[in-house]
C-alpha cells in the first residue's frame, strides 16, 4: 500500500474520533486504504458499513485495521441504542464511499440502517465521498440531493473523473485517499491551524459572478457559480493559510476554514479585495467580474416607453481588481488570475498575465462541457510569468484547485514541485 501524500497538515487528526462509514460501492475496498491513513495519522477510526458494504468489504479486515468490533446492524447492541453512542462519540464523520442510495437517504433524513440512523444523530461535521456510474452522479435527483446536503454544509470531496468499474470512465471514481484524509482533518479544524506549508499566510481569493444593476429588479450578471474560487479557498485553507474569500452572489456554503465576504458588485468586490490585499501573500482572481456596468442604475423601476423603441443603456467601464493589485505589488506577492475563454486561449491569457502583472494564470475555456463555468470539473492551461506552460487536465475543480495550489507554494518557496499521487 502506498502512503498518503505528507505535504498537507493532517495535524488535525491526532487523537480525532472519526467515524468511518462505508456504504455499498465497488470502492468500497478503498476504505480499507483510508483507515488504515486515518489510524497512521493518529486518529481512533469507529467503522460502520451498510450491509450492502459487507458484500464489497469484510468487517474483520476493518476492525483488524482500527482495533475495534464494526458493528453492522441497529440491533448490533440494542440495548446501547447504538447509532445515538456512535454519533455522539465521534468528533468528524466521513463516508467513503458514499453511493448514490447514502447521499439521497441522508438528503431525505432516511434512517432504515445503522449508518443512515447515526448520520441522522450525528452534531459533528461530515464529509461525503462519493463513488458511482458517471449516469447516477448526473442524475438530476442526486445533483438535487448533493445540492440539499452543500447547502446544509456537509463537505464533499470528489468525485474524481477516471476509470470506473466496468471498463467506464467519467466523473464518479472515489477521491484519492489523500483528499479525503484533508477534508476531514479541515473539517475538524475549521479555523486557523497553526501547521501547514501556508501557515501563517493570508491570502485572498475571489469567486463567483458580480452584479451589476439596471434598476431595483434587473442586473447584468454571468454563469459563474463560484465553484473554482470557493476550491481554491479550500485548498489554500487546507495548506494552513489564513483566507479571505471574497464571493458574489450564490449558494455554496462557506469552504471550512475560510472567512467570507459577501459582495454584490464588481466595485464592492474591488473594494473588499484592494483593502485586503495589502497584507495578504498570495491573491487569486477566480472570480467572473463584470467589466463593464450601466452608467446610471435606475431607482425606481424603467418602465416601458410610449412606443417599442428598446431604450438605450449606456455602459461605463467596472475596475479591473486584479490589475489594481498588480499595480502594487510588493516584493514576493503571489499574484493569480484565471482566464476565461471561447478562442485563441493561451494569447488571450498571455497578454492578461502580463498587462495584470501577474504570476500565474489559469487559462480556462467557458465553451466547454466539462469545463468552465457552473460545473463540477475543470481543465485548462497554466501560464507563468517566467514562460512556462503546464497542463491541467481535466478533474474535479477540487483536484485542479490542489494542483495550482501546488504551484503557488512552489512559487513561493521557489522549491521544486511536490510529488503529487498519480491517479489510480
Ligand atoms: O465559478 P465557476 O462556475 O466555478 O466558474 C469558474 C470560472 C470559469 C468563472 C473561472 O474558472 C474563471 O475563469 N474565472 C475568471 C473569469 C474571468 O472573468 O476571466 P477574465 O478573462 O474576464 O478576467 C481575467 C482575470 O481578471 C480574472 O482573474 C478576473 O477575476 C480578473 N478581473 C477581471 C475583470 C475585472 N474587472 N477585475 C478582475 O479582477
Known amino acids: 500500500m502506498s502512503e498518503p501524500p505528507a505535504s498537507l497538515d493532517r495535524a488535525a487528526l491526532q487523537g480525532a474520533r472519526v467515524l468511518l462509514g462505508v456504504s455499498g460501492g465497488v470502492a468500497a475496498y478503498k476504505a480499507a486504504l483510508l483507515a488504515r491513513g486515518l489510524v497512521t495519522h493518529g486518529a481512533h477510526v469507529q467503522a460502520v458499513l451498510t450491509e450492502a458494504a459487507t458484500r464489497f468489504i469484510a468487517p474483520a479486515q476493518l476492525a483488524a485495521l482500527t482495533g475495534r468490533p464494526v458493528p453492522t446492524d441497529v440491533f448490533d447492541d440494542a440495548h446501547r441504542i447504538v447509532h445515538v453512542d456512535l ?123 458580480t452584479r451589476e444593476h439596471l434598476d431595483p429588479v434587473r442586473y447584468l450578471t454571468n454563469r459563474s457559480s463560484g465553484r473554482m474560487g470557493y476550491a481554491v479557498a479550500g485548498a489554500l485553507a487546507r495548506r494552513g493559510a489564513h483566507v479571505d474569500l471574497v464571493a458574489g452572489p450564490g449558494e455554496l ?98 497578454d492578461k498575465l502580463g498587462r495584470k502583472g501577474l504570476d500565474l494564470i489559469v487559462v480556462n475555456r467557458v465553451d466547454a462541457h466539462d469545463a468552465g463555468f457552473a460545473v463540477e470539473t475543470n481543465r485548462g492551461v497554466l501560464l507563468t510569468a517566467d514562460g512556462q506552460r503546464i497542463a491541467l487536465p481535466l478533474a474535479s475543480k477540487e483536484a485542479l484547485a490542489e494542483t495550482l495550489v501546488d504551484h503557488i507554494v512552489a512559487r513561493r518557496t521557489g522549491a521544486d514541485l511536490p510529488e503529487r499521487t498519480p491517479p489510480r
Do not use: Y
Open 253 to 350: 456554503p462557506d469552504p471550512p476554514g475560510v472567512t467570507v465576504h459577501r459582495v454584490e458588485t464588481a466595485r464592492e468586490m474591488h473594494a473588499a479585495v484592494v483593502e485586503r490585499a495589502q497584507d495578504a501573500a498570495i491573491v487569486v482572481g477566480a472570480a467572473a467580474v463584470a467589466d463593464f456596468r450601466p452608467a446610471q442604475a435606475a431607482d425606481r423601476k424603467r418602465k416601458k416607453g410610449a412606443t417599442d423603441e428598446p431604450e438605450q443603456v449606456t455602459l461605463v467601464r467596472n475596475p479591473d481588481i486584479l490589475a489594481d493589485v498588480g499595480a502594487r505589488k510588493r516584493p514576493g506577492q503571489v499574484l493569480v488570475g484565471f482566464a476565461a475563454e471561447t478562442h485563441d486561449e493561451e494569447a488571450h491569457g498571455a
Open 87 to 209: 454519533a455522539r462519540q465521534a468528533d468528524v464523520a466521513v463516508v467513503a464511499p458514499a453511493t448514490a442510495n447514502a447521499l439521497g437517504k441522508l438528503a431525505g433524513g432516511l434512517g432504515d440502517d445503522l449508518l443512515s440512523s447515526t448520520l441522522l444523530c450525528l452534531t459533528a461535521p461530515l464529509v461525503l465521498a462519493p463513488a458511482m456510474h458517471t449516469e447516477m452522479w448526473e442524475h438530476p435527483a442526486v445533483v438535487a440531493n448533493v445540492a440539499t446536503l452543500r447547502e446544509r454544509g456537509v463537505v464533499l470531496v470528489g468525485p474524481e473523473h477516471g476509470p470506473l468499474a466496468g471498463g467506464d470512465e467519467g466523473p464518479g471514481r472515489l477521491a484519492e485517499e489523500g483528499a479525503i484524509l484533508d477534508a476531514v482533518a479541515a473539517a475538524l479544524a475549521p479555523a486557523g491551524r497553526g501547521s501547514g506549508e501556508l501557515a501563517g499566510v493570508r491570502a485572498v481569493v475571489t469567486a463567483g459572478a
